[in-house]
C-alpha cells in the first residue's frame, strides 16, 4: 500500500528558532499533500494543501509566513515552522491521498516541542 | 456546531464486550465516509470506509445513515488490542474537504 515517510518523529527546540519537517511518499506519487495540526485531546486540523508545483493553499487563519510549504517534488513535501513558539507545539501530521476510495495514507507525524 | 462530532468517551469495556461508537455530520453534501483507528502518540490509520449499504470487516461493522447524517461503529467481542482511539472523518467532494471528529478513546481492559 500507499506509504507517506515524516521525519523527524519529534523535535525539541528553542523558542525563535525554526524546525523543518519532511513528508516523502515511498512508493506513489503525491501531488497532493495536506498538512495537519493536532493539539492534545483534540481533533486534527487541516492546516494547508501542498500541490507539487504551485502554491500552496492555507486554511484560514493559518500563517503562511510562518507555516512555510514547499512541495518541490511529485515525492517530497516540506513544512518548516518558522521562529516557533511554545505555541506552536504540537503534532504535526501530513496526509496523502491515493485511490478513489481508499481514504488518506497519513506520515507518522512529528511531535513539535518549543522550549 | 462541529462539522463532526462524536462522543468522546472514554468508553471502558471488557474483554468481550460489544461497544458502538457514534458520529454525526453537519454538511449534508459530504460524499464519503471513514473510521479511523489513532493509537495514542500516532499517526491515524485506516480501520474502515462506510458505505450507504452498511459493511462489515470481521468484528467491525460500520453503518451510513445519510437521512440522519449519522455515522456508526460497532466492534464485538472487544480485544486489549482494540484500545485505542476511534476517528469519524467525513470527506466532501474535493480532497482537501476532509473533516476530522475529535475521537471516541476505547480502552478494553482484561
Known amino acids: 500500500g500507499a506509504v507517506v515517510s515524516q521525519h523527524p518523529s519529534w523535535v525539541i527546540c528553542k523558542s525563535g528558532t525554526s524546525v523543518k519537517i519532511e513528508c516523502r511518499s515511498l512508493?506513489?506519487?503525491?501531488?497532493?499533500m495536506f498538512w495537519y495540526r493536532q493539539f492534545p485531546k483534540q481533533s486534527l486540523m487541516l492546516m494547508a494543501t501542498?500541490?507539487?508545483?504551485?502554491?500552496?493553499?492555507?486554511e484560514q487563519g493559518v500563517e503562511k509566513d510562518k507555516f512555510l510549504i514547499n512541495h518541490a517534488s511529485l515525492t517530497l513535501s516540506t513544512l518548516t515552522v518558522t521562529s516557533a513558539h511554545p505555541e506552536d507545539s504540537s503534532f504535526y501530521i501530513c496526509?496523502?491521498?491515493?485511490?478513489?476510495?481508499?481514504?488518506?495514507?497519513f506520515g507518522s507525524g512529528t511531535r513539535l516541542t518549543v522550549v | 456546531r462541529k462539522e463532526v462530532e462524536q462522543d468522546p468517551g472514554p468508553f471502558n469495556v471488557p474483554e468481550g464486550a460489544t461497544v458502538a461508537f457514534n458520529c454525526t455530520y453537519s454538511?449534508?453534501?459530504?460524499?464519503?465516509f471513514f473510521w479511523y483507528r489513532q493509537d495514542c502518540r500516532k499517526e491515524p490509520k485506516l480501520l474502515m470506509s462506510?458505505?450507504?449499504s452498511g459493511n462489515e470487516d470481521g468484528r467491525f461493522t460500520a453503518q451510513l445513515n445519510r437521512a440522519s447524517q449519522y455515522i456508526s461503529l460497532l466492534i464485538r467481542d472487544s480485544k486489549l488490542s482494540d484500545s485505542a482511539t476511534y476517528l469519524c472523518?467525513?470527506?466532501?467532494?474535493?480532497?482537501?474537504?476532509?473533516?476530522f471528529g475529535a475521537g471516541t478513546r476505547l480502552t478494553v481492559k482484561p
Open positions: 472523518v467525513v470527506k466532501g467532494l474535493y480532497n482537501n474537504d476532509m473533516r
Open positions: 512508493d506513489f506519487q503525491a501531488t497532493t
Open positions: 462506510v458505505y450507504s
Open positions: 496526509s496523502a491521498p491515493w485511490g478513489s476510495n481508499y481514504g488518506y495514507t
Open positions: 501542498s500541490n507539487e508545483g504551485s502554491k500552496a493553499t492555507y
Open positions: 454538511n449534508s453534501a459530504s460524499q464519503s
